[in-house]
């Protein structure tokens, strides 16, 4: 039944989100590509490019945040190696993991909310295409309008977002390295 959400975000994660993760693999950097899903199996599989700490993307990310470890695209995204949990072969997932897995949550939910009103616009107006760029641009509004709103609400435009401090108070300690 879970894999109904991937119909709701077929859009971005056909032209967008698995695209870049495998371009990653190609000409970013990327050490492995492989479909993972959270340790307990209940969660939908995600394509993920693990990164080298060495790739040029992660040195652009951590140029703007030193401890930059991971982004979600939708259903998968990049993480790099010393970040990876499961990716190393480990029975669970580091802090980062978790954090991101979260943000596949929240992404499933948009996906789904912009999708019926992407088909309420259709059925409304007639605008097939309208409604398929609604739906599509889930992605971008999401993170668009958390940032926007941390913005206005005198915070930070990344750390002080919903959708970041929810990943944050939701994500497992790593016990990895107590």
């Given at each position: 039944?879970?894999?109904?959400?991937?119909l709701?975000?077929a859009a971005?994660?056909?032209s967008?989100c698995?695209?870049?993760?495998?371009a990653?693999?190609?000409?970013g950097?990327?050490?492995?590509?492989?479909w993972?899903?959270?340790?307990d199996?209940d969660d939908?599989?995600?394509?993920w490019c693990?990164?080298s700490?060495?790739?040029?993307?992660?040195?652009?990310?951590?140029?703007?945040?030193?401890?930059w470890?991971?982004i979600?695209?939708?259903?998968g995204g990049?993480i790099?190696?010393?970040?990876?949990?499961?990716?190393?072969?480990?029975?669970r997932?580091?802090?980062?993991e978790?954090?991101?897995?979260?943000?596949?949550?929240?992404?499933?939910?948009?996906a789904?909310?912009?999708?019926?009103a992407?088909?309420?616009?259709?059925?409304?107006?007639?605008?097939?295409w309208?409604?398929?760029?609604?739906?599509w641009?889930a992605?971008?509004?999401?993170?668009?309008?958390?940032?926007?709103?941390?913005i206005?609400?005198?915070?930070?435009?990344?750390?002080?977002?919903?959708?970041?401090?929810?990943a944050?108070?939701g994500?497992v300690?790593?016990?990895d390295h107590?």
């Open positions: 039944m879970r894999y109904i959400l991937y709701f975000s971005w994660n056909l967008v698995w695209p870049l993760v495998m990653a693999r190609v000409i950097g990327g050490i492995n590509l492989k993972q899903r959270p340790p199996g939908l599989p995600g394509l693990i990164l700490q060495r790739s040029w993307i992660t040195r652009i990310f951590r140029y703007f945040r030193k401890f470890g991971a979600t695209l939708g259903h990049l790099v190696e010393d970040a990876a949990g499961l990716s190393k072969g480990r029975d997932w580091t802090r980062t978790g954090h991101e897995a979260i943000h596949v949550e929240q992404w499933e939910v948009i789904m909310v912009l999708f019926v992407g088909l309420w616009l259709f059925l409304r107006t007639g605008d097939a309208g409604g398929v760029a609604l739906w641009s992605w971008p509004l999401f993170v668009g309008c958390g940032t926007l709103a941390a206005l609400r005198g915070g930070h435009g990344y750390k002080d977002a919903a959708h970041e401090e929810a944050r108070a994500a300690p790593d016990h107590d």
